[in-house]
């Protein structure tokens, strides 16, 4: 007896709890990816500072800007679910700043250094496109159009960022770091 009480007590502590929805799945993602961009804003400087290469240079400062308009297109998408723009910490991003950073420390100076950053940059833009993948996808079910053409605008951007790294890899850095090892040899 006490235990079907204790049952139906359990039941009504479930159906009580306030139903979380996808557009509130929509919304913590959101500030997941908010918090990202604005941690890679501070990331990418750093690195454009420590690749010895100048086109990868080049290729991080030309993602800082870009990343700093994807900051304004989520402004965008906040106003449109009507929330304030706020991050909340994702701990996976912070991983994979951390690897990068350790990179940036064990690897100064020597020649695969580039090629490590590199694979640290790509890190982070396959985590980006994994997020606003779903987010678009999130915000057509949503029927949120507008929302789904920005999101979508920078995953377009995300994806010809990993694009042009995975180019550069193959065409000097990766080459650069095996001659270099070649000549020491
Ligand atoms: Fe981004």
């Known amino acids: 007896m006490a235990k079907r009480a204790k049952k139906r ?3 009504a502590r479930r159906t009580s709890r306030p139903q979380k ?3 509130d799945l929509f919304h913590e993602t959101l500030k997941d990816i908010y918090f990202t961009e604005n941690k890679i804003i501070k990331t990418l400087p750093k690195m454009a500072k420590a690749a010895q290469s100048k ?10 800007r870009e990343t700093q308009a ?15 723009a706020r991050g909340k910490p994702c701990e996976a991003i912070n991983g994979i700043a951390d690897e ?8 100064r100076g020597m020649p695969a250094l580039d090629a490590g950053l590199v694979a640290a940059a790509q890190a982070v833009e396959h985590y980006e496109i994994s997020r606003y993948g779903t987010l678009r996808t ?3 079910q949503l029927g ?13 951007e995300e994806e010809a960022t990993d694009k042009a790294l995975t180019e550069l890899a193959t065409s000097v850095i990766n080459l650069e770091a095996e001659q ?3 000549e020491a040899a």
Do not use: Y
């Open 144 to 156: 949120m159009s507008d929302a789904a053409s920005l999101l979508q605008e920078t995953l377009d």
């Open 70 to 84: 994807q900051v304004k297109r989520l402004d965008r998408v906040f106003r449109i679910i009507g929330k304030p």
């Open 180 to 182: 270099e090892q070649a």
């Open 138 to 140: 999130w915000a057509e």
């Open 100 to 107: 990068g950073a350790e990179i940036m420390k064990e690897f």
């Open 55 to 64: 086109e990868l240079a080049a290729a991080f400062n030309k993602h800082l």
């Open 21 to 23: 929805k996808l557009s």
């Open 9 to 11: 007590k359990s039941a």
